[in-house]
């Protein structure tokens, strides 16, 4: 059973867009929700995370936005560039243990 | 600023051998976990650990798999068997999970790449 699904697998960006990633989970147990960044050959880095107790974070470029209704929560990049191109993973968890990743979205931003 | 490291980077072994993965977690963490990523897939947790003890593992974490933490720095993996669905990246993560916040920002290590021939 796939705890949090994502999508797009792949998404293809014009440098200065928005590129937007989606999750949905199924588990209303799960209180924080990351996301992570991977460059090829490299580990998971953390981008940014959010509780359930707030509907968006901003950090910059990047912000979450939460719809705990729907078990949903997206990650939306402003502006794009070039050097945001890697594969990013949203995440969950709920006692605050083990993480259960999405399948990850391969993003290219085109200059 | 602190970080999660791992050694080796990359580790070769013939199927049946058994490896130590190793990792140093970041100074002041108490919660330490093993992850793996099979080529192009996605992150999938196989343990972690907390006051000398597994706390937590996955349904990937049989009996061929064992932590330990042998000093008060290292974390360490152990594949008593390797067989060749072993080859993968395996992260370290450690984290400072705040109880009372309910905060486990989770860090991760550059992983190390095992290939099981």
């Known amino acids: 059973q796939q705890q949090v699904k994502q999508s797009p697998q792949s998404l293809i960006v014009q440098k200065g867009g928005i590129s937007i990633i989606n999750c949905a989970y199924e588990n209303t147990a799960f209180d924080y929700f990351p996301w992570y960044q991977q460059f090829p050959g490299k580990g998971p880095a953390l981008l940014i995370a959010?509780?359930?107790?707030?509907s968006e974070k901003k950090e910059g470029r990047f912000t979450i936005s939460f719809n705990k209704s729907a078990k949903q929560f997206s990650l939306h990049i402003m502006d794009s560039q070039p050097g945001d191109s890697a594969t990013y993973f949203c995440?969950?968890?709920?006692?605050?243990?083990?993480?259960?990743f999405g399948t990850g979205t391969s993003l290219t931003v085109i200059p | 600023e602190p970080e999660v490291t791992q050694t080796p980077s990359h580790q070769v072994t013939q199927m049946g051998q058994e490896v130590i993965l190793r990792c140093v977690p970041i100074?002041?963490?108490?919660?330490f976990y093993w992850y793996r990523q099979i080529l192009g897939q996605k992150v999938e947790f196989l343990v972690s650990f907390y006051n000398n003890e597994i706390s937590e593992k996955s349904e990937i974490f049989d009996d061929q798999f064992s932590v330990e933490r042998p000093d008060g720095s290292n974390f360490t993996l152990k594949i008593r068997s390797t067989k060749l669905e072993d080859s993968a990246m395996y992260f370290c993560?450690?984290?400072?999970?705040?109880?009372?916040?309910?905060?486990?920002?989770?860090?991760f290590g550059p992983g190390t790449r095992l290939t099981v021939l």
């Open positions: 993560a450690s984290s400072d999970f705040l109880r009372t916040s309910g905060i486990n920002t989770q860090y």
């Open positions: 995440a969950a968890s709920s006692t605050g243990n083990q993480f259960y």
């Open positions: 959010i509780r359930p107790d707030v």
């Open positions: 100074s002041n963490h108490l919660y």
